[in-house]
């Protein structure tokens, strides 16, 4: 409760698969193309950053642009290159770009699959080109990864053995051709992909020797094609066993540049995935880590294929890798420690670049991006924006849930409708009149907190707060909007061990029903305040090393919006 000494508020804060299963598919819908459901955001430029903004009118309302240190992409160790699958063009370059916004990773690589129906779709069509190339073209240092097949599915009689004779080179000609008149001369070829399992025409079960003469035929003559000496060949199994060890059909040093792998959070090993109802959270997290030990450690596992990779003078990449909610059972769902497990290697081993697979494919869910039917992966899709992105909390109400936050008074903690978008309102009265609610983790150290802020109700002798590094109501960091007496102005405090104390202050023309933009930086001993993206207030301060956030106001109607914290 707010004391009339201005004290704060008192009141504590409670605040690998199984070797050999026939039933291991992975079939991807490459024989056809419909038009998908697309996700659209209201920006076509990744900065002022996407995922801070609710719609455009933010940047309006809140008089000012975005602070340039909220608009990089900030993480905290090396990422190999990003890559996305979201379906194929012509779709797909716009849908590369919204995830890019999404992730806020402006350089982001683009995966799409050719059909397989026919060789005229395998030579590189101008409908699948085109759009690619103009993506390509949009900005530098993007790169298209192209999975080509090495055999239609009609005519039936084609096979790898006739392929081995040189008698398809035409087609991979063309291909090249093509590849190099659209300016994708540097494209990278997922070649025959997946050719470890069964259920592609190309599955090289039994076909080895066909496989790699025929390998060695179709990059022979694409790279003699003027202007594709920059064309990038990968060999790329799926992982595990499958129909053989795939290495068996690695074609040469000379007809490779990159070794890859496709990993998923799949498993047909007796007692893991699917697990029975009522199953215990330990039992799952348990069947889960014994996945992940396998895909890291098992029989062609992650671990593996990093080693042949190197061992080759190859660099290694992740061709496909998602989450995976799959009809039958055998995926390991709302996964968020898979997530962090790939983080840990991609970031801890030589990765030269990873794709998700970001779409509901026929044979499994994988999607993180958001969706119009929401997402199957809550957990998984935050872990992955806070390991990939940078971003640790993002909340626009949207959806009207207040899932991630704790507030001290939840039935005064409100989702109301602000211009038909949803906003997180402390709904003030005379006998409870300071709110706090909180989100994150205590153990987040440096990262910044923003949100939107409108004051719908301004009394004098009123606050507004934006806390960070919030341990229990002794120990935070706080940006407080202060009126006293119709003067309003920043106040930087701390509170350690219940002591508060005033670090700094700035005066401030803040208004009733007006958005503004508020942000408080912590970095090391580092505190400073941004109002509608200008810096205002800057001081040192290493007492709170860690805590989680909070939105909170005492004695007015407050409303907040777009919160994130990166």
């Given at each position: 409760m707010?004391?009339?000494?201005?004290?704060?508020?008192?009141?504590?804060?409670n605040?690998?698969?199984?070797i050999?299963?026939?039933?291991?598919?992975?079939?991807?819908?490459?024989?056809?193309?419909?038009?998908?459901?697309?996700?659209?955001?209201?920006?076509s430029?990744?900065?002022?950053?996407?995922?801070?903004?609710?719609?455009?009118t933010?940047?309006?309302?809140?008089?000012?642009?975005?602070?340039?240190?909220?608009?990089s992409?900030?993480?905290?160790?090396?990422?190999?290159?990003?890559?996305?699958?979201?379906w194929?063009?012509p779709?797909?370059?716009?849908?590369?770009?919204?995830?890019?916004q999404?992730l806020?990773?402006?350089d982001?690589?683009?995966?799409?699959?050719?059909?397989?129906d026919s060789?005229?779709?395998?030579?590189?069509?101008?409908?699948i080109?085109?759009?690619?190339?103009?993506?390509?073209?949009?900005r530098?240092?993007?790169?298209?990864?192209?999975?080509v097949?090495?055999?239609?599915?009609?005519?039936?009689?084609?096979?790898?053995a006739t392929?081995?004779?040189g008698?398809?080179?035409?087609?991979?000609?063309?291909?090249?051709?093509?590849?190099?008149?659209?300016?994708?001369?540097?494209?990278?070829?997922?070649?025959?992909?997946?050719?470890?399992g069964?259920?592609?025409?190309w599955?090289?079960?039994?076909?080895?020797?066909d496989?790699?003469?025929?390998?060695r035929?179709?990059?022979?003559?694409?790279?003699?094609?003027?202007?594709?000496?920059?064309?990038k060949?990968?060999?790329?199994?799926v992982y595990?066993?499958?129909?053989?060890l795939?290495?068996?059909?690695?074609?040469g040093?000379?007809?490779?540049?990159?070794?890859?792998l496709d990993?998923?959070?799949e498993?047909w090993?007796a007692?893991?995935?699917?697990?029975p109802a009522?199953?215990?959270?330990?039992?799952i997290?348990?069947?889960?880590?014994?996945v992940?030990?396998?895909?890291?450690?098992?029989?062609?596992?992650l671990?593996?294929?990093?080693?042949f990779?190197?061992s080759?003078?190859?660099?290694?990449?992740i061709?496909?890798?998602g989450?995976?909610?799959?009809?039958?059972?055998?995926?390991?769902?709302?996964?968020?420690?898979?997530?962090?497990?790939?983080?840990d290697f991609m970031?801890?081993?030589?990765?030269a670049?990873?794709?998700?697979?970001?779409?509901?494919?026929?044979d499994?869910?994988?999607q993180?991006?958001?969706t119009?039917s929401?997402t199957?992966?809550?957990?998984?899709?935050?872990r992955f924006?806070?390991?990939?992105?940078?971003?640790?909390?993002?909340?626009?109400?949207?959806?009207?849930?207040?899932?991630?936050?704790?507030?001290?008074?939840?039935?005064?903690?409100?989702?109301?409708?602000?211009?038909?978008?949803?906003?997180?309102?402390?709904d003030f009265?005379?006998?409870n009149?300071?709110?706090?609610?909180?989100?994150?983790?205590?153990?987040?150290?440096d990262?910044?907190v923003?949100?939107?802020?409108?004051?719908?109700?301004?009394?004098?002798w009123?606050?507004?707060?934006?806390?960070?590094?919030?341990?229990?109501s002794?120990n935070?960091?706080?940006?407080?909007?202060?009126?006293?007496?119709?003067?309003?102005?920043?106040?930087?405090?701390?509170?350690?061990?219940?002591?508060?104390?005033?670090?700094?202050?700035?005066?401030?023309?803040i208004?009733?029903n007006?958005?503004?933009?508020l942000a408080?930086?912590?970095?090391?001993?580092?505190?400073?305040?941004?109002?509608?993206g200008?810096?205002?207030?800057?001081?040192?301060?290493?007492?709170?090393?860690?805590?989680?956030?909070?939105?909170?106001?005492?004695?007015?109607?407050?409303?907040?919006?777009s919160v994130?914290?990166?």
């Open positions: 707010k004391t009339p000494a201005g004290d704060a508020l008192g009141a504590a804060v605040i690998p698969f199984g050999g299963s026939p039933s291991m598919k992975r079939r991807r819908s490459i024989l056809s193309h419909p038009a998908r459901t697309k996700w659209r955001r209201a920006f430029n990744p900065k002022p950053q996407p995922h801070m903004l609710r719609k455009l933010t940047l309006t309302r809140s008089g000012g642009l975005l602070l340039a240190l909220l608009c992409s900030l993480t905290t160790q090396a990422l190999p290159q990003l890559g996305v699958y979201r194929a063009a779709s797909g370059p716009g849908n590369v770009n919204t995830y890019s999404w806020n990773q402006p982001m690589w683009a995966e799409d699959f050719e059909a397989s060789w005229s779709n395998i030579a590189g069509p101008s409908w080109l085109n759009p690619w190339s103009t993506w390509v073209a949009a530098p240092g993007r790169t298209l990864i192209l999975s097949p090495m055999l239609p599915s009609s005519p039936s009689d084609v096979s790898l392929g081995a004779t008698a398809y080179n035409s087609y991979y000609q063309t291909l090249a051709t093509n590849l190099v008149a659209k300016n994708l001369g540097n494209t990278i070829i997922r070649l025959g992909w997946e050719f470890n069964g259920w592609y025409k599955a090289a079960k039994g076909k080895t020797a496989f790699i003469a025929y390998w035929q179709i990059v022979t003559t694409m790279r003699a094609v003027p202007g594709a000496a920059n064309l060949f990968c060999f790329n199994p595990g066993y499958q129909q053989f795939a290495d068996q059909a690695y074609p040093d000379p007809y490779v540049d990159y070794v890859a990993v998923y959070d498993s090993i007692n893991t995935y699917p697990w009522g199953t215990s959270a330990a039992e997290e348990s069947r889960r880590a014994t992940w030990n396998d895909l890291l450690n098992g029989v062609r596992g671990n593996y294929w990093k080693n990779a190197a080759h003078g190859k660099p290694f990449a061709g496909e890798w989450v995976n909610n799959r009809s039958d059972g055998h995926g390991g769902l709302d996964n968020a420690q898979f997530i962090t497990n790939m983080y970031t801890n081993n030589p990765v670049w990873a794709v998700y697979f970001d779409v509901q494919a026929g499994g869910h994988h993180l991006s958001p119009t929401g199957n992966f809550p957990l998984a899709r935050a924006l806070e390991l990939f992105s940078g971003v640790k909390l993002q909340d626009e109400f949207t959806s009207g849930s207040t899932a991630n936050w704790t507030p001290n008074l939840p039935a005064q903690w409100l989702i109301v409708s602000d211009a038909g978008d949803n906003a997180y309102k402390w009265n005379w006998t009149q300071g709110g706090l609610s909180t989100a994150g983790s205590s153990t987040w150290t990262y910044t923003s949100a939107e802020m409108k004051i719908t109700d301004l009394q004098s009123s606050e507004t707060h934006l806390y960070a590094r919030y341990t229990d002794s935070y960091y706080r940006l407080m909007v202060q009126d006293q007496g119709g003067t309003r102005k920043l106040v930087l405090q701390k509170r350690a061990a219940g002591t508060l104390t005033a670090l700094g202050s700035a005066s401030a023309a208004n009733a007006t958005w503004y933009h408080l930086d912590v970095a090391g001993g580092t505190l400073t305040v941004y109002l509608n200008t810096q205002v207030l800057q001081r040192t301060d290493a007492s709170l090393a860690a805590g989680k956030v909070g939105l909170g106001a005492w004695k007015q109607d407050v409303q907040f919006d994130l914290v990166q």
